[in-house]
């Protein structure tokens, strides 16, 4: 593998890492959604530059899954309702509050 090609990889790496320290501290599920998204391209694109590099073809159809997964991800969540990690209630809260 050459320089190039490692310091891609390795900077792609790094920020599959960021982004997912972003998702653990996002504070709605939408922004969630968002960083576990990007993390999943990253992904995709990390094994694509790999099967290149290391001329693996099965790497090339793992990433092509994990487009496909996130697409489904994506258009699932989509339709969702927002709601804020604060205001998030355990099962049986809403119930309690309604009374």
């Given at each position: 593998m050459s320089l190039f090609f490692a310091g891609v990889v390795v900077l792609l790496a790094l920020t599959v890492l960021s982004v997912l320290s972003w998702w653990v501290r996002?504070?709605?599920?939408?922004?969630?959604?968002?960083?576990?998204?990007?993390?999943?391209?990253l992904g995709v694109a990390?094994?694509?530059?790999l099967a290149e590099v290391a001329e693996v073809s099965v790497l090339r159809d793992a990433a092509l899954v994990l487009a496909v997964l996130g697409a489904v991800t994506v258009s699932t969540t989509a339709s969702r309702p927002q709601v804020p990690r604060s205001q998030a209630t355990r099962p049986g809260v809403a119930e309690e509050r309604a009374r």
């Open positions: 996002a504070s709605t599920s939408h922004e969630r959604v968002l960083a576990a998204t990007f993390s999943g391209s990390l094994l694509l530059l």
